[in-house]
Each structure stands twice: as structure tokens, then as C-alpha cells.
């Protein structure tokens, strides 16, 4: 059985972000954690989802994709967040999903959860930065652990560079222009790798 539980948790509108999330859980399960891939709940009109061909494929191809909850929040020892960027900040479905921790946070069980993100623009200075900060910003107030890939790993150069978290740019036809599945893939080894860390430094 693995020590180290991993919940890797996106929203997607088109499929960036969920790819992404795809990609950090096959990273987690190569560093030997238990893996939940998990959606938050989509908020949007059904009708305004009906009038978007590609929102509406996109649905429908992840609908057997659990929803997460809080109680897999309290389940996992680490946790990978992916969104896209909303005006310099995360969508309002990931921001809705993480308002509903706070009787978590009140029983103190989001205190040392390890914590990593990852973000998704139309274009390479569209937020996504600043995506990525306004998720650690939130799991400051958790007491939870941030790791960010940093510069660990020559892919995070081959991605972009970005050590907050790995971030791609999209562009007008839905495709990632740099390819990050490498970067995307370390950062879940590492987040994997310290969570491991926290689990034996508490058993000594």
C-alpha cells in the first residue's frame, strides 16, 4: 500500500487543465502515491454550456470523473490544484470548490497538507502567475506546506521556466504551445516526494 495519498484536483473548460491534471496524476503514481483524479463541480448555465460545441464535448467526455469533496481533501497528505486563469486569478468553480473548506480548516486538517498548482492561459502573460499565487495565497491560511517545482529539474526550463508552478499557453484552435507534460510530471514527483518527507519525519 502506498504511504503517501495524492489528490489531484482541476477545473477545465476545454480540456487544458484536465490534461494537465492527467499528466500529475500519472507523475504521483510514479513517485508510488494513491492517486484521485478528481473535477470541481461546474457552475455555468446549461444553457450557456450548450452554446459552446467544444465546453459542451468536453462535459460529456469527463462526466465519469468524480466530483471532489471535502472529504477527499481530508483524505489526502497532498494535493495538486490545475485552473485556468480568470482575470489574473483562478476560475470561480476551483475558488468555489476551496470556499467550502472551512469547517475543514476549523477541525485544523488542512494544517500541513502539501500543496502544489498549476495554471493555463490564452497567452504566455495572461495570469498565470498570478493564478498559481492566488491558490497559495488561500493555502497560506490553510497552515498548509507549498512546494513549487522551483528550478529542480531542466525540464521547468524546457517548459518556460515558471517555478511557481507549471503554467501553458493556449492557443486559438484549444492546443498547449509549449510542452509541459515532463515539467507537469516532476512537479507531481516532487510534491509526492516532500509529502513522503512530512510522513516519515512524523513517524520518527
Known amino acids: 500500500m502506498s504511504d503517501v495519498k495524492l489528490a489531484v484536483i482541476y477545473y477545465s473548460m476545454g480540456g487544458t ?17 494513491e492517486v484521485r483524479l ?19 464535448a468536453y462535459l460529456e467526455a469527463t462526466k465519469d470523473i468524480p466530483e471532489a469533496t471535502t472529504d477527499d481533501l481530508d483524505w489526502a497528505d497532498a494535493i495538486i490544484f490545475s485552473t485556468p486563469t480568470r482575470f489574473g486569478v483562478m476560475a470561480s468553480q476551483m475558488k468555489q470548490f476551496l470556499d467550502t473548506t472551512g469547517g475543514l ?31 497559495y495565497t488561500m493555502m497560506c491560511h490553510w497552515g498548509a506546506i507549498i512546494v513549487p517545482p522551483g528550478f529542480t529539474d531542466p525540464v521547468i526550463f524546457e517548459a518556460g521556466g515558471n517555478p ?14 509549449e510542452n ?6 516532476h512537479q507531481a514527483r516532487r510534491t509526492v516526494t516532500v509529502a513522503r518527507w512530512l510522513r516519515k519525519g512524523r513517524e520518527c
Open 17 to 33: 487543465n484536465y490534461q494537465l491534471a492527467k499528466w500529475a496524476a500519472e507523475g504521483g503514481k510514479e513517485a508510488g502515491a
Open 164 to 177: 511557481y508552478g507549471t503554467t501553458v499557453t493556449v492557443d486559438e484552435d484549444g492546443k498547449m504551445v
Open 180 to 185: 509541459v507534460e515532463a515539467a507537469v510530471k
Open 105 to 135: 480548516w476549523a477541525q485544523g486538517k488542512t494544517v500541513n497538507k502539501v500543496v502544489s498548482a498549476m495554471s493555463s492561459a490564452q497567452n504566455p502573460h495572461g495570469g498565470q502567475e498570478a493564478t498559481i499565487l492566488s491558490i
Open 38 to 56: 478528481l473535477k470541481v463541480r461546474e457552475l455555468a448555465p446549461q444553457s450557456v454550456i450548450d452554446n459552446n460545441p467544444v465546453w459542451k
